[in-house]
């Protein structure tokens, strides 16, 4: 059973940096893709990024150029590098994982493992 742990959000102000980590465990297998998530108070949950195995990373327009997802495979470690966080990125964030090669952020629903969430807070 595989077990994803968030950690890393907090409290930041309008244009701050923040990096998310998604420790991995209970699952030794590399073969599977990984996503990360937010939802937002009375807000649907949305794909933010997508890696696949190969390292293909794919972004909403929202956040591309200003997220940058990377994973540590030695650690089993994955991370959300957000840089000049707005008030819209306000919004629990999510890490989740499937079996497989690709993962699509706009299908959550095929994710089989998620975490329970670290709260991201920006303020002006």
């Known amino acids: 059973q595989m077990r994803l742990v968030e950690s890393g959000g907090g409290s930041v102000q309008v244009g701050d940096t923040l990096e998310l980590t998604c420790t991995v465990s209970g699952y030794t297998d590399d073969n599977y893709c990984m996503g990360w998530f937010r939802q937002a108070p009375e807000k649907e949950r949305e794909g933010v990024a997508a890696l696949d195995t190969d390292g293909t990373r794919t972004y909403p327009d929202s956040v591309s150029g200003r997220f940058f997802v990377t994973k540590d495979s030695r650690k089993h470690t994955l991370y959300l590098r957000m840089r000049d966080l707005q008030l819209e990125d306000t919004a629990v964030y999510y890490c989740?994982?499937?079996?497989?090669?690709?993962?699509?952020?706009?299908?959550?629903?095929?994710?089989?493992?998620w975490g329970q969430g670290t709260q991201v807070t920006v303020s002006s």
């Open positions: 989740a994982a499937k079996k497989g090669t690709t993962c699509w952020f706009t299908r959550p629903y095929e994710y089989t493992s």
